[in-house]
């Protein structure tokens, strides 16, 4: 594949007891770094240090080993949470937290690579999934019985993003301090009081109102998410452009099912064209890809800018920020899940420029976290800024949440919770 040197092996050892999990481990690492289709079982073996054969013994294909890589990862969370039940919520998160710490692949694999499994094994790992889900919200309503069971499972989704959070950025972190820090943001949004947000607040106004300082925000301030799979939203005016209608049509198959497996025949078929008169339009399937990426990333970069431009002080800035994104996140939700999951497929030089434009919308967020905690360290700062930018990922790409009525201002009180400490 041209890179398997720069991949890395695992020493060979003798008969070694753990050779399931090192295989498990090593192909974790390879699809979250390079992706599912991009990494063939004779890489995976050579990371391992043995041969394709001896891994065909463990694992009877690569969709086994992505199967068993997930169900092994929400298995050991659900044994966190039958353990601290019943008990304090504060020590099941940091179970959980210590087990999410130690995976921080977790994220991209259930959010982007599980749309690769066939039926049969996507049903399996997402029966667990929802099994450890069922578990942490029961726990969650247990500590928090004066909300509504819709306001637990918010608080429930919101957690599970941030504990997966470290997947999307590689910001290095000691082992303790990373499970310490994801238990701390993983509380707050726990514990986050929902009661505040009604019909014509805006929580994140009231945080550049009464901030006494670093540190306080008077509790009001976040893969692909399996909501991705439900489908888009069937209302709105139909486009007239043909090839705006096409952009539309791709981001929506691309978002649910991963850019590697539409063909453009289904594309056309979305809009009610062939694939031939889709390449009036864009001559390769990558020239679609591209077009979209692109339409995504320049009104991030635009309403960035706006949200600035209307602040007096960074914390006024930072809330501008996190509204507008919100705001675009709950309107665009295929648009996010290309943006968080497809950039990889993209060819050089147009992945380093969007990779570029990325990073340099995070760390804007960044540099006003500085400003408004100096007491923070970068790593916490970028830390804390990409897990509030997974907590609104996941909800805008998950349906039963972005339509709730009062989405955006409970999301400005989530992720105050997240960027600010609680």
Known sequence: MGERGSRGTIARTTRPRDRKAQIISAA??????????NVGTEDIAEAVGITAGALYRHFRSKQDLLAS????????????????????????VQGIAETAGARRDLGVLWNREIRHLD??????????????????????????PELSADQVDLL???????LTSPSYHRTAVPAEGLAGLLREMTLGVCTADLSRVSPGTRPGKEVVADSNGPGHTDDTGAVAAIGAADGPAKRGVPLHSRREALLAAAS??????GYQ?????????????????????????????????????????LGLSQALSRASTPLEGLSNAVTAYIEFAMSHHDLV???????????????????????DYVVEWIRLMEAIHPELGRGEAAFRVHAALTVVNDVARTTHLRSRPRITDELMLITGRVLHGA
């Open 28 to 37: 974790s690492d390879l699809f979250y770094r390079f992706g599912y289709h």
């Open 69 to 92: 890589a997930l169900i092994d990862s929400f298995d050991r969370a659900q044994v966190v949470i039958e353990r601290h039940r019943p008990g304090r919520i504060e020590d099941m």
């Open 119 to 144: 039926d049969e094994r996507r049903q399996r790992v997402r029966a667990r999934f929802f099994g450890f889900l069922a578990g942490f919200t029961e726990a969650l309503r247990e500590a928090r």
């Open 156 to 162: 429930a989704w919101c957690s599970l993003a941030v």
């Open 252 to 257: 929506r198959l691309f978002n649910r099912r």
């Open 261 to 301: 497996t539409v063909t453009m025949e289904e594309i056309g078929a979305e809009v009610g064209v062939t694939s031939t008169s889709i390449y009036r339009y864009f001559t390769t399937k990558v020239d679609l890809l591209t077009a979209i990426i692109a339409r995504g990333t320049e009104p991030l970069q």
């Open 337 to 359: 899940g290309v943006l968080v999951a497809e950039v990889m497929n993209l060819p050089e030089p147009h992945r380093s420029r969007i990779r570029r434009a990325q990073h």
